[in-house]
């Protein structure tokens, strides 16, 4: 038997024979020459069949070879620039393992309802394969960021008792005679690994029961979460500014193909770099009602309220310092101004809006109690998060990082149901 081997190496096998399993992706016969291209998820590859030159019996066999079909194909592999990959198969044998009738996603506009139904199969589809290729390096490029920078993977609880956001976003859950829930973020306990180990980062799904239907939101999402020690909220922006450069750099660099597939246009994102523009909350709201917002200054800025900001700019731009009351309890007041917090929101261009929401931690401790009881939160469930005050109490920053926002803008995609495999959105628990 041939030997079985990936696509993606068949440049290593020329001259020689050997097997390829994949599914079939199309099927087209020219008179006595019949052509069937198959992936394998590393890759495509076309294989030709020469009427006589095989068994009657494979030559029959093509009416059976339908869309996702799965295949052994066995073939000399030989060079050809034309084709996919730069490799073709002269086929001497095809093998159905698995096969495929009537399969019920063709080539052909579908609506989404009936595609997210089939999300399990809809992920076989070019365009799909593209996007979680991006995905995989985006996700691989921040493992490689912060382990080239001396952070240490933290990972946190999904099951918590204590709320890090708005209370209005949590998941209940039974946990025995316990109140519980899904966590929100796992920055509070990233907190106490940044007094640990200095610069810490957490890397997993997060929820939040929000009732939203629009393009950027999911009840389940993945969020990196970075805390550093001794770091005020101008070196949390740079921090931010350096990370996201290199998110994209190495998307550029390692998925060009993929890019292209998706029809992105890469000349914007080949502007991000740093520095990225700063521009206080302040600022920014007589500039929004300027263009006809009504927004209004103690609020917090609204996606259209974004898309204006991110038009003014050709790379990323920091919104600072919001108002107290539009922020989460554990921001650090302003000395500078104390109705405001040392906190940001980083702005994609192109209408993606905000990617990252970083602060300084407030790090005195009865500012902290403070704040936790004007928002009507229970003291007993902070107790373990004060200790991180009372105990040695430290300057310290972070940031969150929406993984599939992040996504959705480095490849140009305009909803965020396509940027993860598997999406959970208000009305969307299947498959």
């Not at 696509?7 to 001259?15: A, D, K, M, S, T």
């Not at 009416?63 to 030989?78: F, Y």
Request: with cysteine; hydrophobic share 40%.
């Amino acid at each position: 038997m041939a030997q079985g081997v990936e696509i993606r190496g068949l440049g290593e096998h020329v001259g020689t024979v050997v097997t390829i399993r994949g599914w079939v992706q199309t099927t087209r016969v020219h008179g006595k020459v019949a052509f069937v291209v198959v992936r394998d998820g590393t890759g495509i590859v076309q294989g030709v069949v020469v009427q006589k030159e095989v068994a009657p019996e494979l030559w029959q066999l093509f009416p059976e070879l339908t869309l996702e079909t799965s295949v052994h194909v066995t073939g000399m592999v030989r060079a050809e620039p034309r084709a996919p990959g730069g490799h073709e198969l002269s086929v001497s044998d095809i093998r159905v393992v698995g096969p495929s009738p009537d399969y019920p996603i063709q080539p052909k506009e579908h609506g989404v309802d009936f595609l997210l139904d089939r999300r399990h199969l809809w992920l076989r589809s070019s365009q799909q394969r593209a996007i979680m290729r991006v995905r995989n390096e985006v996700e691989k490029s921040i493992v490689d960021f912060f382990y080239d920078r001396g952070f240490l993977r933290l990972d946190t609880p999904i099951l918590t008792g204590a709320i890090g956001e708005g209370g209005a976003g949590l998941f209940e859950v039974e946990y025995f005679e316990q109140q519980a829930y899904l966590a929100q973020t796992g920055q509070l306990y990233a907190e106490a690994g940044a007094a640990a180990l200095g610069k810490v980062y957490t890397f997993g799904p997060t929820f939040r029961a929000e009732k939203s239907k629009t393009r950027r939101h999911l009840t389940e999402f993945w969020m990196v979460e970075p805390e550093v020690a001794w770091a005020d909220s101008d070196d949390n922006m740079r921090l931010q500014e350096d990370f996201v450069s290199y998110l994209v750099a190495r998307a550029l660099e390692r998925c060009a193909e993929e890019l292209k597939l998706l029809e992105r246009d890469t000349a914007p994102l080949e502007r991000v770099q740093p520095p990225f523009p700063r521009l206080e909350y302040s600022d920014a709201i007589p500039l929004l009602q300027q263009k006809g917002s009504e927004i209004h200054w103690g609020t917090d800025l609204g996606a259209a309220d974004e898309t204006v900001i991110g038009e003014m700019y050709d790379r990323p731009v920091f919104v600072t310092n919001y108002p107290k009351q539009a922020k989460a309890f554990y921001m650090k007041e302003n000395p500078a101004d104390p109705r405001t917090v040392l906190c940001d929101d980083l702005l994609a261009p192109e209408g993606y809006g905000e990617i990252i929401g970083g602060s300084q931690r407030e790090d005195d401790l009865d500012r902290l109690v403070a704040r936790i009881q004007e928002q009507g939160l229970p003291l007993a469930s902070y107790e373990w998060y004060l200790d991180l005050r009372r105990y040695g109490s430290f300057p310290h920053s972070g940031f969150g990082l929406g993984v599939e926002r992040t996504v959705g803008w480095i490849t140009g995609r305009p909803h965020i149901r396509e940027l993860i495999p598997f999406p959970r959105m208000l009305n969307r628990l299947y498959p």
